[in-house]
């Protein structure tokens, strides 16, 4: 394909990685309204400008999904929005939202040429502006569908790795029903990131897109207990089921005083925020806890404690903290998420650990003890292990703690389906490249196999089980 | 969408459902739960299913108006819509032959036990039946626990009706008298259970409660209706609903259910205030189902006409 731009390498290098315009700082953090504002059509145009076009696209071959990057810019630079929205859904079925929350410094922007020389193409931003171009349009850069081929495939859970899976294989002509547990579709992207990061009508227009494109959904349907896989594949006729049912249950600290109220898993907390809307009540009927004027702290340190964080914050918390046990170094979250909340107010109390919670006589959550750490020695994880500093323990006041520290896989599928192995963990166990189970026919892959990580990963995931799934359709029994 | 077939009131402020929910209707065991969700703005609150009826597809459901989102459904009737069920959730109860079983239900708690009382009659124990509520107007499904029961007995607070006194002066009672009870399963308030408990326990009788926890998905992903049971913490919607009164703190599980009593009285206040604003959501959801059903059968309708065509 010949480049679609004017430019010579040495003049695209001149031009600085253009900036993402946001709402202001102190502003958002009283409201909802997403930070990042998407860049216009202009500043994309010249963003684009500064991809080399690299024989060998190391960018590409850093995404989970590999959506063809140097591609799509080209097609931004050909001012061609919906062809690049095209190129990009062959290969990511959710493009808006991946645009938004991928953590691309440590995927294709981290792999990018230009970021050994200072900094990389910001492949997100224009990934966002793309997939926001072709909504605002209304136009579907819709990829080819397959004449149908009569077999039936039964998505369990509908998050990314599901949406991906259900885009995907409605792609290869096979009929496609996704089954979802909660009330609304979309799992973590709509349960577990905030509005402020990713609007869900953002997450309703890419399920409104898979609709379009031929997806079934079911929503109110817990697999395991609704219906069981045995069930979806004997009784109602499903030839291939693929199972993508996220992370589970919230850890605990396993530390006294954990019952007092006041004290929230992080999935609570955002669930009744995001899914709920209870930031709205009274409008909407479920509530949550007044932050209003309180002191609210949040221990962890990933992605889901920043956005914990800093909803508290929203809500209209005095102040709103990171207790993490290590350093700011170590922290999983997303580097963009750290610095907005920090231009946002949110505190960062690195390496402490919460021992204990204290109650007052009728169980609220009066106070916290935590001991002060130390970065040790390696751990399996090939970070310096946090060992707690001898008599460093320290009380502080606080109304509300939201405990991020990860979740455990939850056992409703497994339990009523005995034939399908799990790990010691109870993490589903899959084939490496195919994402199948050993029970013949089924499918996994995102959370429930690997355990939390991020959404890419989930799609990425998701893509692997559709293609094992269609070669499984297509060639090994039938 | 799920349609009411079905609505029968029981007693003051509390109502029972049949609601059309094949797939739970298909899978309901003793014990299990459904969350329920009412229209667009609604909160997610859990229900103990009463009973299922597979041929029909349908699911029976006893709500007591207690706060917003049951005063509100139970102002719904026949051919109303309620936007989201999902179930059947929890464990079902673990039925075998104890012996003899007491089975108490205070108030609605009745019929929350109920399934489970005729599953135990059917699996060989002597079931003796308790129901009791503060007064007349609040007892519920006297004759069906009678039914399922080889001895019953009503008790009032107020004495307004059966015999004047607590379930748990019956318990007593019936242990004084010197028979032999094998398990005793209480379900209702709190504060009754746990009474029930106090008083199996110098017994040494095995004792199951049903906690009715705070939920919002009900499938183990928030947590929010951990319970202590022992030193650890269990949920009540994957680990439970029904536990062994044993391992449970009462004091933790009031304590937590008090959580939002503010904001619940706050919502049931506005609502009373304007309720206009909720019944216009659950009217506007019933013409979305009467439309799509209308549509469903035009469509259903001419998939008819077209294979007689075909066939003429």
Not at chain 1, 127 to 136: G, I, N
Not at chain 2, 123 to 151: F, P, W, Y
């Amino acid at each position: 394909m010949p480049s679609h731009n004017p430019l010579a390498n040495r003049d695209r290098m001149k031009i600085q990685r253009q900036h993402m315009p946001e709402q202001d700082a102190v502003e958002r953090g009283h409201n909802f309204k997403e930070v990042n504002l998407g860049l216009p059509e202009e500043v994309a145009k010249i963003e684009a400008q500064r991809c080399l076009a690299c024989e060998k696209t190391t960018c590409i071959t850093a995404c989970p999904v590999g959506v063809k990057i140097k591609d799509f810019v080209d097609l931004v630079l050909a001012g061609d929005y919906i062809g690049a929205a095209r190129k990009i859904r062959e290969d990511n079925s959710l493009p808006a939202v991946t645009g938004r929350v991928c953590p691309q410094e440590d995927q294709c922007e981290g792999k990018c040429v230009l970021a050994k020389k200072g900094s990389s193409l910001a492949i997100g931003y224009l990934e966002r502006f793309v997939a926001d171009y072709e909504q605002s349009t209304g136009q579907l850069g819709m990829p080819a569908i397959a004449p149908a081929t009569g077999k039936k495939v039964a998505i369990v859970g509908s998050g990314p790795a599901g949406l991906s899976c259900a885009g995907d294989l409605i792609q290869k002509g096979h009929k496609v029903r996704v089954f979802e547990a909660l009330h609304e579709i979309g799992g973590v992207l709509i349960y577990g990131i905030p509005e402020f990061r990713l609007p869900k009508e953002i997450v309703r227009q890419e399920v409104d897109n898979l609709r379009q494109m031929g997806v079934e959904f079911e929503t109110n349907v817990v697999v395991g207990k609704t219906v069981t896989i045995d069930e979806l594949m004997q009784e109602e006729g499903y030839d291939a089921v693929f199972l993508a049912t996220g992370a589970g249950l919230p850890q605990f600290l396993g530390i006294a005083g954990e019952h007092l109220n006041g004290v929230y898993s992080a999935n609570e907390f955002l669930t009744r925020v995001n899914l709920m809307r209870a930031y709205q009540f009274p409008e909407y009927d479920e509530p949550v806890y007044d932050c209003r004027g309180k002191d609210v702290i949040v221990v962890g340190g990933g992605n889901t404690a920043l956005d914990a964080v800093r909803t508290a914050l929203r809500l209209g918390a005095r102040s709103a903290s990171i207790f993490y046990r290590r350093t700011e170094a170590e922290m999983p979250a997303r580097k963009e998420e750290v610095a907005h909340a920090k231009a946002e107010g949110v505190q960062f109390h690195f390496l402490v650990n919460p021992l204990a919670f204290e109650g007052d006589e009728k169980g609220w959550l009066k106070s916290v003890t935590c001991s002060r750490m130390e970065l040790g020695e390696m751990d399996a994880s090939g970070r310096r292990r946090p060992v707690p500093v001898q008599g460093s323990e320290f009380e502080t006041a606080v109304s509300l703690a939201i405990i991020a520290v990860g979740t455990t896989a939850n056992p409703l599928v497994q339990s009523t389906t005995p034939d399908l192995a799990t790990n010691k963990r109870g993490y589903i166990v899959t084939d490496a490249d195919s994402q199948k189970t050993s029970k013949r026919g089924v499918f996994a892959g995102g959370d429930i196999v690997t355990g939390a990580a991020t959404v890419i990963l989930a799609m990425g995931a998701g893509r692997n089980g559709a293609k094992a799934i269609h070669d499984y359709l297509t060639t090994d029994v039938f | 969408m799920f349609r009411i077939l079905r609505t029968r009131a029981l007693g003051r402020n509390i109502k029972l459902f049949e609601i059309e929910a094949p797939r739970i209707a298909h899978k309901q065991k003793p014990g299990q739960f459904v969350i329920l969700r009412l229209h667009d703005r609604g909160e997610r609150i859990p229900l103990t299913i009463e009973g299922s009826d597979p041929k029909k597809g349908s699911i029976t459901l006893v709500v007591q108006s207690i706060g917003k989102t049951t005063s509100l459904m139970n102002s719904l009737e026949a051919g109303d819509v309620v936007l989201d069920v999902v179930g059947p959730l929890g464990k079902p109860s673990e039925i075998r032959n104890y012996g003899t079983a007491v089975v108490i239900g205070g108030s609605v708690g009745t019929a929350v036990a109920l399934p489970t009382a005729r599953a135990l009659k059917e699996a060989g124990n002597r079931v003796i039946g308790i129901t009791g509520s503060r007064s007349k107007d609040l007892l519920v499904l006297e004759d069906e626990l009678r039914a399922v029961s080889h001895e019953t007995f009503v008790m009032t607070d107020d004495g307004s009706y059966g015999e004047q006194g607590l379930v748990t002066k019956k318990l007593q009672e019936l242990i004084d008298s010197g028979l032999k009870i094998d398990l005793v399963l209480a379900i209702g308030p709190v504060p009754m259970m746990r009474a029930v408990w106090n008083v199996a326990r110098t017994h040494g009788i095995k004792t199951l409660v049903s906690l009715n926890s705070i939920m919002v998905d009900g499938t183990g992903m928030c947590g929010g209706c951990r319970v202590l049971a022992g030193d650890k913490s269990k949920f009540a919607c994957v680990d439970g609903p029904e536990f062994d009164a044993a391992e449970i703190n009462f004091d933790v599980l009031i304590q937590r259910n008090n959580m939002y009593r503010g904001d619940e009285k706050r919502s049931l206040d506005k609502f009373l205030a304007n309720p206009e604003e909720d019944l216009k959501l659950m009217r506007d959801l019933r013409s979305r189902a009467d439309a799509e059903r209308c549509q469903l059968e035009t469509l259903e309708a001419a998939a008819k006409r077209e294979v007689s065509d075909a066939v003429a």
